[in-house]
């Protein structure tokens, strides 16, 4: 960290909002990439005159030296955020509210889909997500997690059961221009990026200099303002799913839906498309209904309020399901031969192991506790290569049985 | 410069993003560029007279490679790759910028809008294809008007004939050919002149049978002048002559020669060809072959003289010495020689001046065929008139008809494209077997179509299920247009207009691309509705 920053940081008055506080907080401890984040979602409802003085600061921010003192670079954030505070705090916040569509409640009830061809039939699910709340899909390959996703984005006709977007439904496709859907694989985007950002925003609306700011400000939120002159296939997997992020947000949309965005991304890319999904689904201004499916079921864990777990194309109810499952599970991974292992587990209270690949999962049928555990493995000198606590983790559900 | 395409760009992106979208502020400009280059450009290149008229020294010239016709035609044929290419290049860039999959917000008829200006793209692109030849002509005559060109054509006619007649290799058959003249002229005027010119050149002009009824006398009426040495009358079709090739920049090559002096050289000409040595030894083997042709010789030679192939075994052009010909024109009978005149006169190849000679400084020696060829299309008439009228038409109809294209590089993907084209062609077999059943009258056909457009309407407004649904509206579309122009042709049919008049026109291809558009309007928003459709 940099003390040089510290030193510079201005202590947030007392009543400063949430944002301001937080901003503050990522700049007192040198965390630039957390504090433009946090500034820039709330840059976004703020007046032109304010957007684009933040943007003439991010100007100056990446024409700095990359050795250029740290108190140089707080300044320049300072400035910025006082002039989105002052924005904030002359502006009523139902004004900047309504800058956009109104997020809406997401509901499906009932929601059935059959296919013929591989026989496979989803549901019933009934599925909510309120605006500010994610809820992750999780599931194997071909458990009907794209297809809820499609189903929610009006890509496919559900055979049974409703689907409330919040908004009317006679004109079908009024209704799906407010709904953003990220397939695993997007269209490619031809010509330049900047055009398709700019015509996403123009088409919902924003027009002239409030267009370009506004596109500059969802980059830059993105952190994709290096990569503006790019052409697509010059784009990683990661800075792909970022720039098609980017256009969803420019659409405002009531609901947004993203089918596998963490897939073929590196584990820092997930942490940071992750930890940016979360913040702007609970943007304060603008709170958005966020549906994912993954795989990386501990990450989405993270982010997600609530998740739904498919199994063979219908839910399983995580929560009845833990009940079953008193005792504690834990994942592990260790170099001990199979025989002496088994031999070391049957020493331990009443459970079940499986093992998956070089990964052992024990399940506990009683009251015995993680630290009970590590406490065995201590003293019986297990070498531990990996362990995770998956007590409460929708990891359990894939152990088969 | 970059930054200037990208002002016009983001302008455009702001204004109206229907035509950014659709990439027209970058292609309609460039059709109207490309309309101006041709109409501008290439018109104004080719319009100029002095450059069709000439050639240079010693080439001859043939009918059917005038320099002007070629280049004409290359000038098609170039708007037409070039209009081709355009409309491809657009396609491929639309379709790359096709945004149909985002559903960006769009009224109910936006795709009305996009087809119209797609109409008015189309119909730039294809105007100098469809009306090149059309704005030729009318700047041709515009650059010809007040001058009397039906005239000035007529004597570049007669120049022709008589550098054809008076070609020194001609000398021994110009005594016959004058002889056949001057017998037919007393035998039947009129029915000699019209049977010796039924293919003449003149005669096949139907605007100058128009302006000039008794065009046919006028290649006998060539010959005639020069026989009877009517230097006046020859004297006012040279003034014509030399009227037209010096209002565009010819002179006479001898310098200071009058009308008339070039007249009385032409009479000279005349008479020295006829005393000629060529002439006087023609004379000498007619007349011992008179002397000596034995009865068996006079049946061979009217055998001879039944002969399709009479008189064109021996081209002098070819055995380059006239008197290898002399045993050939020998067994001719004067009917013979009459048709021989008829083809000396009509022959295609025009070898350069000798007489008459008129030069560009730039273009060459003028050549009489390709003066009066190149007058033919200065002279305004009432067909050129329709013509040009209908070409215009087509041009502005033509954007209707060909941004249909628009709709299905918008709207469709590759396979339903296909698959709407696979649909199409079976259509019309099934059209036929519906005639052959005895199903195709006025009730019955129009049913099919609306049959389908009311298909498309209960799977997508009712049923909304996508499927067939772009097939059933692009097929009941495609029908709609093809009933359509029955029913306009049948109306106009039905209305007896006169034919080349503007109503007649109008009820053709304009009437039928304004339904087309109305159609298209009244689709919008089932095409819409569809496209919000999920599983499409």
Redesign the interface.
């Known amino acids: 960290m940099e003390n040089n920053a510290t030193a510079s940081a201005q202590p947030a008055p007392a009543h400063a909002p949430p944002w301001a506080l937080a901003t503050e907080h990522a700049l007192g401890a040198g965390q630039w990439h957390g504090a433009w984040s946090t500034l820039l979602d709330a840059a976004l409802p703020v007046p032109l005159s304010v957007q684009q003085q933040v943007l003439a600061s991010l100007d100056a921010w990446d024409a700095l030296p990359a050795q250029a003192p740290a108190a140089q670079r707080a300044a320049l954030l300072h400035t910025a955020l006082a002039a989105v505070r002052g924005a904030h705090h002359h502006t009523h916040s139902a004004t900047l509210t309504a800058t956009g569509r109104q997020a809406r409640r997401v509901q499906g009830s009932g929601l059935v889909k059959r296919f013929r061809k591989g026989a496979f039939t989803l549901g019933p699910v009934d599925v909510q997500v309120a605006p500010g709340h994610i809820l992750g899909l999780v599931g194997e390959n071909g458990n009907g997690k794209t297809t809820l996703l499609r189903l929610l984005a009006a890509d496919l006709a559900p055979d049974a059961g409703q689907i409330d977007w919040g908004a009317t439904a006679r004109d079908p496709y009024a209704l799906r221009s407010q709904l953003a859907y990220i397939p695993q694989r997007p269209h490619p985007w031809g010509g330049r990026l900047m055009d398709h950002l700019q015509f996403a925003a123009r088409s919902h609306g924003v027009v002239g200099e409030a267009n370009r700011c506004l596109v500059e400000l969802v980059i830059a939120r993105l952190s994709l303002r290096p990569f503006r002159g790019h052409q697509w296939k010059q784009l990683s997997s990661g800075y792909k799913m970022r720039f098609e992020l980017a256009r969803a947000l420019l659409t405002q949309p009531c609901v947004l839906l993203l089918d596998e965005p963490l897939a073929n991304l590196d584990i820092n890319a997930q942490q940071t498309l992750l930890s940016d999904l979360q913040s702007l689904a609970r943007s304060p201004w603008r709170p958005m209904a966020l549906v994912l499916s993954s795989q990386q079921l501990y990450e989405v864990e993270k982010v997600a309020d609530a998740v739904l777990f498919l199994e063979h194309g219908h839910p399983r109810s995580v929560q009845e399901r833990f009940a079953q499952m008193a005792g504690c599970a834990i994942e592990f991974e260790t170099s001990w031969p199979e025989p002496i292992l088994s031999a070391w587990l049957g020493q331990l209270p009443p459970h079940t192991h499986q093992v998956n690949g070089h990964t052992h999962i024990v399940s506990f049928q009683g009251d015995t506790s993680t630290a009970d555990f590590l406490r065995a493995a201590v003293d019986a000198g297990l070498p531990l290569g990996y362990l995770r606590d998956i007590t409460g983790s929708t990891r359990r559900l894939f152990v088969k049985d | 410069m970059r930054r200037l395409t990208t002002a016009w760009?983001?302008w455009f992106?702001?204004h109206s993003?229907l035509l950014?979208?659709l990439r027209l502020h970058w292609y309609l400009p460039l059709a109207l560029l490309w309309c101006l280059l041709m109409f501008g450009g290439w018109i104004g290149w080719t319009a100029e007279p002095a450059r069709w008229m000439g050639s240079p020294e010693g080439i001859a010239v043939a009918a059917w490679n005038r320099p002007e016709d070629t280049t004409r035609q290359a000038g098609g044929i170039i708007a037409w790759i070039i209009a081709f290419g355009l409309a491809l290049w657009w396609l491929w860039r639309v379709r790359?910028?096709n945004?149909w999959?985002?559903?960006?917000?769009?009224p109910r008829l936006g795709l009305w809008c996009e087809y119209l200006w797609g109409a008015l793209f189309f119909a730039l692109l294809l105007a100098p294809t469809l009306l090149l030849d059309a704005a030729y002509r009318d700047r041709i005559q515009r650059l010809w008007q007040g001058q009397d060109t039906a005239a000035q054509q007529q004597a570049a006619w007669h120049v022709r004939r008589w550098e054809l007649l008076l070609a020194p290799d001609n000398a021994a058959r110009l005594v016959e050919w004058t002889q056949a003249a001057q017998a037919m002229q007393a035998a039947e005027p009129s029915t000699a002149a019209a049977e010796i010119h039924d293919n003449d050149k003149c005669n096949e002009n139907q605007r100058y049978r128009e302006y000039d009824p008794g065009c046919a006398t006028n290649a006998l009426q060539s010959l005639h002048w020069l026989a009877q040495a009517d230097t006046d009358a020859i004297a006012q079709q040279l003034a014509h002559y030399g009227a037209a090739l010096g209002r565009w920049g010819y002179a006479p090559v001898r310098p200071g020669a009058s009308a008339q002096d070039q007249a009385q050289q032409l009479v000279s000409a005349y008479q020295a060809a006829l005393q000629s040595p060529l002439a006087q030894e023609w004379r000498n083997s007619k007349a011992q072959h008179a002397r000596t042709a034995q009865p068996q010789d006079r049946a061979r030679d009217a055998r001879a003289a039944q002969s399709p192939r009479d008189g064109r075994d021996c081209d002098v052009a070819v055995s380059r010495d006239p008197r290898a010909c002399f045993a050939s024109d020998l067994a001719r009978s004067p009917s013979q020689w009459r048709d021989n005149l008829h083809s000396a006169l009509q022959q295609h190849l025009s070898p350069p001046p000798r007489l008459v000679q008129w030069a560009h400084p730039r273009y060459g020696m003028a050549q009489p065929g390709l003066v009066a060829h190149h007058l033919e299309g200065a002279t305004p008439s009432q067909r050129a008139q329709e013509r040009q009228r209908s070409s215009v038409l087509a041009a502005a109809s033509g954007g209707f008809f060909a941004a249909l294209a628009l709709i299905a590089a918008r709207l469709l993907s590759l396979r339903q494209i296909a698959a709407l084209c696979g649909a199409l062609t079976l259509a019309a077999p099934a059209l036929t077997l519906l005639g052959v059943a005895g199903l195709a009258n006025n009730i019955m056909l129009p049913l099919v179509p609306t049959t389908l457009l009311a298909l498309a309407w209960v799977r997508i407004a009712l049923l909304?299920?996508p499927w067939g649904g772009s097939t059933l509206l692009g097929l009941g579309l495609a029908l709609s247009l093809a009933g359509s122009a029955s029913v306009w042709d049948e109306a106009a049919r039905a209305l007896e207009l006169p034919d080349g008049s503007w109503p007649e026109l109008l009820t053709g291809a304009p009437a039928v691309a304004v339904s087309t558009a109305l159609l298209v309007a009244a689709l919008s928003p089932l095409w819409?509705?569809w496209?919000?459709?999920?599983?499409r």
């Open positions: 760009d983001q992106l702001m993003p950014w979208q790359i910028h945004r999959r985002e559903i960006a917000p769009a909304r299920r819409r509705r496209r919000a459709l999920p599983e």
